[in-house]
């Protein structure tokens, strides 16, 4: 029997070894993990812990917040403020950013959340998850603000994600491939279960929400209508549909057996170039993707060279296994 290595024993072991997790980073990355492990334990207590059901109040997407969206949101807060690691924050669920209050040491990172991605699915005990990015503070800024966190997602330092599901999974990449650590509750930590995660490059397994498909643009319509053709059609193969409304849990499943997530633009909505978040969504979810041999782009780029222009921006994701998604944005440029 392997011995169990934890988050923190992987952490040190790849500063030693590869010498790219200052001691800040693997502060700020146990910080998170603690933070998760505490989000974790609210949303297991579910009706029992009084956590369920609407906050009736809005963000600043205009959704209406869930109580455990907001209790998520501070636990990272409060987790993170005091450590010296970090000099701002950013949320889906604040419309600024939110400064390392004076009375604690600044750091010299920028941690970017959306504390419970997957609200809609609380209430129906779906697996819902935390999302985070974490940039470097740019050296010249001494005044944090806004614009400093406005940064391609190629320039990320960490990703993650933490799924409560079945079990509760910490997935993470510092650049050197992908990890994933599931919690212990015996223990209380999070223990390395699998360290190199690969994305298959094919797959015959589509995710994106049907119900939206009179409102596509032509090239999405053109690649599901050839899945649905399945062994008869172009593609030679069946394939299968899966959509969770929950984007932890839907890129959890394309990086453990392959897949392609798609959440198009598309005419609802034509000013907006998506539904999901820039920052705190797609940069961290493509750059996991990208880590474990997949690829991510918005249709026509690559997500991680988009120059963000605002904190709260949205973007067209398509995102999974790389023959896949070279595939559908193959058909955008094409059109
Ligand atoms: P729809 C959850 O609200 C979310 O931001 C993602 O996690 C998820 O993939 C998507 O929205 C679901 O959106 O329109 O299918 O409910």
Redesign the pocket.
């Known amino acids: 029997m392997s011995p169990k290595i934890s988050l923190s024993r992987y952490l040190v072991e790849q500063q030693r070894s590869k010498g790219h997790i200052p001691s800040q980073l693997r502060l700020l990355l146990e910080v998170v993990a603690r933070a998760c492990k505490s989000i974790s334990h609210a949303v297991n207590k579910g009706s029992l812990g009084g956590v369920l059901g609407s906050a009736e109040s809005a963000n600043i997407q205009g ?1 209406i917040q869930k109580k455990l969206d907001i209790i998520a949101n501070e636990v990272l807060i409060e987790a993170n403020e005091w450590g010296g690691h970090l000099a701002a924050m950013a949320s889906e669920e604040m419309e600024s950013i939110h400064l390392v209050p004076n009375r604690y040491p600044q750091g010299e990172y920028l941690l970017l959340f ?1 504390p419970l ?5 609380i209430d129906v005990n779906v697996s819902i998850g935390t999302i985070f990015s974490v940039l470097k503070k740019p050296d010249e800024s001494d005044a944090i603000s806004e614009k400093d966190f406005l940064q391609a997602g190629k320039h990320q330092v960490a990703a993650g994600y933490c799924v409560y599901g079945p079990q509760t999974t910490l997935v993470l990449t510092v650049g050197d491939g992908v990890a994933m650590f599931t919690l212990d509750r015996e223990q209380g930590s999070f223990v390395l279960t699998d360290e190199h995660v690969k994305v298959p490059e094919d797959t015959q397994e589509f995710a994106i ?1 049907m ?2 498909m009179r409102h596509w643009d032509s090239p999405v319509k053109k690649y599901v209508d050839e899945c649905l053709q399945g062994k008869e059609g172009p593609r030679g193969k069946d394939f299968n549909m899966r ?8 890129v959890h499943r394309i990086l453990t057996r392959g897949g392609v ?1 798609m ?1 198009p633009w598309d005419k609802r909505e034509p000013n907006k170039a998506g ?3 820039l920052m705190y ?1 797609a940069n961290p979810m493509s750059w996991l993707i990208e880590q474990a041999g997949g690829a991510s782009t918005n249709g026509r780029e690559r997500i991680l060279d988009i120059q963000p222009q605002q904190l709260h921006e949205r973007v067209s994701v398509i995102l999974g296994s790389k023959n896949e998604v070279a595939r559908v944005t193959r058909y955008h440029l094409e059109k």
């Open positions: 959704e959306d991605d997957g609200s809609s699915n929400n119900s939206n959509w969770i409304a929950s984007m932890v849990a839907d997530f959440y539904k999901l978040r969504e």
